[in-house]
């Protein structure tokens, strides 16, 4: 039974997300992403599941960052559909604050504006859970799943609180190994700090009809003003026309580096 890390307390979306993902497992719960990753690196698990975006809140910064410096392979992708309960020991009318992950809070901010709820960050919204259940006040909720309310036995005040239930989060997963059957590809990259130097790489993607599914800049944390940029694209590294076109933009490239290729999933 493979073991699967992510961050979080048990009933994070993460862990969610990986039981979704694979039909028999056992999960690690870790407090920061990059425990999760290092447990993986370290052989303390077979995976890692990391966060790397929002479909309303945008990226995960953190994630994307860790990307850049592990030597582990993306195997896999999860779209989870995130439903958001405001969880707690009262009625709606007598919360006055509530707990919860910034995404989380900033996933459900009409319904927090709408009942003029004070909002605290937490580190996961799972671990808000604990957080209130510890502090035993009626006036007191948070916001997480339906399962973790559950687990850690407080009573679900309302569900599907989100703004909008089109409310996905994108998940990687990570290995050692890599898988041989993909059809969608990973890569981090930068270039020149020069005119026309990101054209070049993208042309050749549109020379060779690749289709580009993502792409992202995040800033150079050694060099200031100076980017990465993360490109997701239709194709298996594996691909002798891919390989060709890797070869081909690493010329012009001062980095690039392939996260992997891995099966591309469907929003459930």
């Not at 497992?25 to 052989?43: D, G, K, M, Q, R």
């Not at 698990?45 to 975006?53: A, G, I, K, N, W």
């Not at 009942?115 to 909720?141: L, R």
């Not at 890569?187 to 070049?200: D, M, P, Q, T, Y």
Request: with cysteine; charged share 25%; hydrophobic share 35%.
């Amino acid at each position: 039974m493979p073991k699967i890390s992510f961050q979080g307390e048990r009933g994070a979306y993460s862990e969610d997300a990986a039981i979704s993902f694979f039909n028999d497992s056992e999960t690690i719960p870790l407090h920061t992403f990059a425990e999760v990753i290092e447990s993986t690196e370290n052989n303390k698990t077979d995976y890692s599941v990391l966060p790397v975006e929002n479909s309303l809140e945008g990226s995960v910064g953190e994630s994307y960052d860790l990307l850049l410096s592990t030597n582990l392979s993306v195997v896999g992708e999860i779209y989870y559909r995130v439903k958001h309960c405001l969880i707690g020991f009262d009625k709606l009318e007598n919360i006055d604050t509530v707990y919860s992950h910034p995404q989380a809070l900033g996933q459900c901010r009409r319904f927090i504006q709408k009942h003029k709820i004070t909002t605290i960050p937490a580190y996961d919204t799972a671990g808000s859970v604990k957080i209130i259940k510890e502090m035993n006040k009626k006036n007191i909720a948070c916001i997480a799943s339906k399962r973790a309310s559950e687990i850690h036995g407080v009573p679900t005040i309302l569900e599907g609180i989100e703004d909008n239930t089109s409310n996905y989060t994108r998940f990687l997963v990570l290995s050692k190994t890599k898988v041989k059957d993909g059809d969608k590809t990973s890569i981090i990259f930068s270039v020149k700090h020069e005119a026309g130097a990101l054209f070049n790489i993208l042309k050749e993607f549109n020379e060779y009809k690749i289709n580009l599914t993502k792409i992202e800049s995040r800033p150079n944390k050694s060099t200031p003003w100076e980017y990465n940029f993360y490109v997701d694209f239709d194709g298996s590294e594996n691909d002798s026309k891919i390989q060709e076109l890797l070869k081909k933009i690493s010329k012009q490239c001062i980095f690039l580096k392939i996260l992997g290729s891995y099966k591309k999933a469907k929003l459930s």
